[in-house]
C-alpha cells in the first residue's frame, strides 16, 4: 500500500519540521530533493515573503511541499513587561545595551496568510497550537491541501481526528522547539512512545527523539505512518542557525522546557539564562511577547560569537546530531531505515 507521504510524490516516509530560525527556502529545497517531505515555517512570514519562498522552494525542488502556521492568541491587551525587563536589567548593563525595537511577532493564521495559502496551492498545510476557524480551514481544505494537526497528548490527538485532519503529528516531549500543547489547563510534557500507543481513525507523524534510521524503524513499527524530524536537521548545512548554535550540535548537551524566550513552553539547549534565571519563569510575558525584551541581548551575544540568550530549540536527540547537507542527510535515513527493517 502506498503510504501517506509517498502518494504526495515523497519517495520516504519522512517530513523535514518546520523551525523558524533554522528553517526556510534552502533547507526545504534540499530536503525535497533527498526524497523527503520540505517545510516552510510561516509564522512569522508576511503573505509576501510567503510566496516569494515558496516561488523559491518550487522553482528549485520538485516534491511536496508543507507551509506551518500557528493558531495561537495573542493576548488582548497586550501583557506589561517591565517585570521581565527588569529581571532582565542587570544583563542589559552587563552587556552595555538598552531595549530595542519590537521585533516581528509571530502570528495567527488569519485571513491574509489563507489568501497566500489559496495561491501557493501546496501539499500540506499544518497547524500548530490547535486549528484555526472552521471558515478558513474549510478555504484551506479547497485547496487541495492535506491538513495537519499537532498533538502533545492523547486528548488532543482524539480533538484533532474529530475535526478531520488528514493526519496527526505526535510530537513527543523528546521533541525540540515549541510545544504544540492546545488543551487542558497545563501544559503536560507526553512521551512519544505513550502518543504512538493512542489509536485514532486517521495516520499519525511520529515527532520526538528521532535523530537516525534505527529510530524511524522504531516508530514506524509502533504504528506511525511516517516520521518527522527537526533536530536531526539542525546541522545541515542549510540550516539558518547562528554559529554558536551550531557548535554545540552532536555534543551531550543538556535540554529542557523553557518560557523564558517566547512565553510559551519550548525545548532547547540549557544555556546561560536558563541555568541562572532557572527554565520557567512568572515575570515572562504571554507568548510571542516574551522575545520581545531578549532581541538587543540575543543579537549582541551572537555577534560575540555566545547563544547566552538565544533559544537553542533542540530535542533529547541532539548529541546524535550528525553534520551532513540536508539531501544527503534524508538518503542517509533512508538507507539506515532499510537496514534497520532488514536487520528485524
Known sequence: MVGLLEALGARAPIVQAPMAGAGGAALAIAAIRGGAVGSLPCAMLTPAQLAAQVAEVHAAAHGPLNLNFFCHHLPEPAPDERAWHALLAPYYAEEGVEPGPVPPLRRPFDEALCAAVEKARPAIVSFHFGLPGEALLARVRGTGALVFGNATTPEEMRWLAARGVDAVIAQGAEAGGHSGWFLGAAHRPTPLAVLLAEEIAVPVIAAGGIVDGADIARALAAGASAVQLGTAFLAARESAIS??????????????????????????????????????????????????????????????????????????????????GAEELVGTLVAELAQARAGA
Open 243 to 324: 554559529a554558536p548554535f551550531r557548535a554545540l550540535l552532536g555534543t551531550r548537551v543538556p535540554t529542557e522546557f523553557t518560557n523564558l524566550f517566547s512565553g510559551g513552553e519550548a525545548q532547547g539547549i540549557r544555556n546561560r539564562l536558563m541555568r541562572e534565571l532557572g527554565p520557567i519563569r512568572g515575570e515572562v510575558p504571554a507568548f510571542p511577547y516574551g522575545s520581545n525584551a531578549l532581541a538587543p541581548l540575543r543579537a549582541h551575544a551572537e555577534a560575540d560569537g555566545r547563544g547566552d540568550y538565544s533559544p537553542l530549540w533542540a530535542g533529547t536527540g541532539v548529541a546524535q546530531v550528525r553534520a551532513m
